[in-house]
Structure formats: C-alpha cells, structure tokens
Nanobody, 122 residues
Framework: VQLQASGGGSVQSGGSLRLSCAHTGIFGFNFMGWFRQAPGKEREFVVVGDWSGHVTYYADSVKGRFTISRDNAKNTVYLQMNSLKPEDTAVYYC?????????????????WGQGTQVTVSS
C-alpha cells in the first residue's frame, strides 16, 4: 500500500501548482482526499472526491480556486491549485478512505502519503 504525493514547490502569490498523488496496492476505497498542515497548526481538510469523480467537497478556504480530479487508469489523483495565497503555504497530504459517507476528518482516512511542501510567497 503506497500513496506518493508530488508536485509541490515554491510560487508567488496568484500562481498555480498541480499536485499529484499516485496510489498503489489500495483496493476498495471510496474516496481520495487532500489535507494540509501549516507550521504550528493542525492538519486541515482541503478537498475530497469519490472514485467516479461525481462527488466532491471542498473546504471553504479553497473553493473556487482548487480542483480535485483523477485518472483511474493511472491510479493518480490530482489537485490543481490556482490563485494561490501565502496562507496556502503548508505540507499537503493525500489520503484514501473506505468510508461510505464523504470523509472530511483525518481519522476517517486509512492510508496517507508522505506529504509535499507548497510555499507561496507574497
């Protein structure tokens, strides 16, 4: 079982980044989500999507700027982040959940990637 997040980096405010999360060895999960953790802060929910791509749920702080998508043939989930702000600076984690309802809490996720750093400068 492995989740590999990548695509982080440093951008200026207003810029864009696309994160990827490649997953292997995970079966039967219903949702893939992204969380982030800024220095000195608790990990927070960003977005979640189901395997079909028909169900998505975004945190208010990223709604309209971030988009989750997936390529099931490549076992990869993406997070397109546009109009980035300094407050988006954090380590971003992808995670997989087998819950039947839309999971927005970290304890609802059974599998986690290692995280990728996103830094947005003003």
């Amino acid at each position: 079982v492995q989740l590999q997040a990548s695509g982080g980096g440093s951008v200026q405010s207003g810029g864009s980044l696309r994160l990827s999360c490649a997953h292997t060895g995970i079966f039967g999960f219903n949702f893939m989500g992204w969380f982030r953790q800024a220095p000195g802060k608790e990990r927070e929910f960003v977005v979640v999507g189901d395997w079909s791509g028909h169900v998505t749920y975004y945190a208010d702080s990223v709604k309209g700027r971030f988009t989750i998508s997936r390529d099931n043939a490549k076992n990869t989930v993406y997070l397109q982040m546009n109009s980035l702000k300094p407050e988006d600076t954090a380590v971003y984690y992808c995670a997989a959940s087998i819950t039947v309802k839309v999971p927005t809490k970290d304890y609802e996720y059974a599998y986690w990637g290692q995280g990728t750093q996103v830094t947005v400068s003003s």
